[in-house]
C-alpha cells in the first residue's frame, strides 16, 4: 500500500517565493499525515494564467502582455536554485512530490515559458521534468510547445508513476508512451473538470489498468492579486469561483475511490493498492498481450528540442 496525497489548494497568484512557501509548508503537513506521493494542480507555480480564457489575445493587448510579463518574471528557471525548498522539503521527508510549474526556458532565448510538471524523488533530486507538448487554444500564446523528453515513468517507492498534462490526456500516443513503460500510477494535473473530464479519467484508468490521480485547478476570485489589472470586468464581485477543481482518485477498474472534489480547497489522502495496477492487465494489456506489435508500432522521438546546434571550430 501507498499513501498519496492530491493538493487542491490555490497558489499565490503570480508570486513563486510566496507560493513555493505554501508549497513547502504543504508537503510538511501532508507527509506527516503519512504521505508518501503529493501531487500539485498543473501550473501551480505562480499560478494557472486562466485570464487567457477571458481576454482577447488581440483586442486586450495591453493586459496580456502585462499579466505575461509577470507570469514570465514568475517563472521557474531550473538551472537557478529557486524549486530547491520543495527538493529540500521533499528531502527531509522521505517523500515523492510532483509539482506543475511555468518555467522559463534557460537553454535558447530565456523567454518562452513553459507549462512544466516535475517529479522530485525522495532525496530531492529532479528525476523527471516533462513540458506539455501541446498547449491548449489560447494557452498558445502562453507557452511554448513541449517535447518528448520527459515521457518518462518512473520508479518510486510508491510505485511507477508518469505524468501527463490536462488534454495531453486527450492524446492516444501520448498515454500509449507512458502504458509501454508499465506506468503504475498515472498523474494528470490539469485545469479541466466536469463530468466531461471525469470519464476522461475513467476511461484512462480501464484502458492503461493502472491508478489515476487526476489533481485540478481550484481558484477563486479572491485568490487573485490585489492589483490585478481589470478584475471587475474579468471576473466581476459576485462571481466566486473561477475553476472547481474536481481532483478525484480513480481505481485500475475505472471506478471513482475518491472525489471529485468541487468548489473547495484541500487534500485528498489516501491509501492504494499498487499492486492492483499489475494484476488488473490478466485481461486487457495495451502494451503487452493485448498490442498486436506485428500490427501497430509507437516511435516516440524523446531528444530535447532545440533550434540551434553549435559545433566546435576545428
Known amino acids: ?141 502562453v507557452w511554448g510547445f513541449g517535447d518528448g523528453n520527459g515521457l518518462n515513468v518512473i520508479e518510486t517507492p510508491s510505485g511507477k508513476i508518469g505524468s501527463l498534462i490536462c488534454w495531453e490526456n486527450y492524446m492516444p500516443l501520448a498515454r500509449y508512451s507512458l502504458y509501454s513503460q508499465g506506468v503504475e500510477v498515472y498523474i494528470a494535473p490539469t485545469y479541466d473538470s466536469g463530468e466531461a473530464w471525469i470519464g476522461t479519467m475513467q476511461h484512462i484508468a480501464r484502458e492503461g489498468k493502472c491508478w489515476v490521480l487526476s489533481c485540478g485547478v481550484a481558484l477563486e476570485r479572491s485568490d487573485l492579486p490585489n492589483d490585478f489589472p481589470n478584475i471587475d470586468t474579468l471576473y466581476p464581485s459576485d462571481e466566486q469561483w473561477i475553476n472547481p477543481g474536481d481532483s478525484l482518485v480513480v481505481a485500475p477498474t475505472g471506478d471513482i475511490v475518491a472525489g471529485p472534489l468541487g468548489k473547495e480547497k484541500g487534500h485528498i489522502i489516501l491509501d492504494i493498492d499498487v499492486q492492483k495496477a499489475a494484476l488488473s492487465k490478466r485481461a486487457l494489456d495495451v502494451a503487452g498481450h493485448y498490442s498486436r506489435p506485428d500490427v501497430f508500432e509507437l516511435h516516440v522521438n524523446k531528444s530535447r528540442q532545440s533550434p540551434t546546434r553549435f559545433e566546435n571550430e576545428s
Open 1 to 141: 500500500m501507498s499513501k498519496i496525497a492530491i493538493i487542491q489548494e490555490a497558489p499565490c497568484v503570480l508570486d513563486r517565493d510566496n507560493t513555493i512557501k505554501k508549497a513547502v509548508d504543504i508537503v510538511n503537513a501532508v507527509a506527516e499525515q503519512g504521505a508518501e506521493l503529493i501531487v500539485f494542480p498543473e501550473a501551480f507555480i505562480p499560478g494557472y494564467p486562466a485570464w487567457i480564457w477571458r481576454l482577447r489575445p488581440g483586442g486586450d493587448w495591453g493586459i496580456c502582455e502585462e499579466l505575461h510579463g509577470r507570469l514570465l518574471k514568475n517563472a521557474i528557471d531550473l538551472s537557478s536554485n529557486e524549486i530547491d525548498p520543495i527538493c529540500q522539503a521533499a528531502k527531509e521527508k522521505g517523500v515523492t512530490v510532483v509539482c506543475g510549474i511555468n518555467e522559463r526556458d534557460h537553454t535558447n532565448s530565456q523567454s518562452t515559458i513553459y507549462n512544466a510538471v516535475v517529479t522530485i524523488d525522495t532525496h530531492g533530486k529532479i528525476v523527471n521534468h516533462h513540458r506539455k507538448l501541446m498547449p491548449t487554444n489560447p494557452e498558445r500564446m
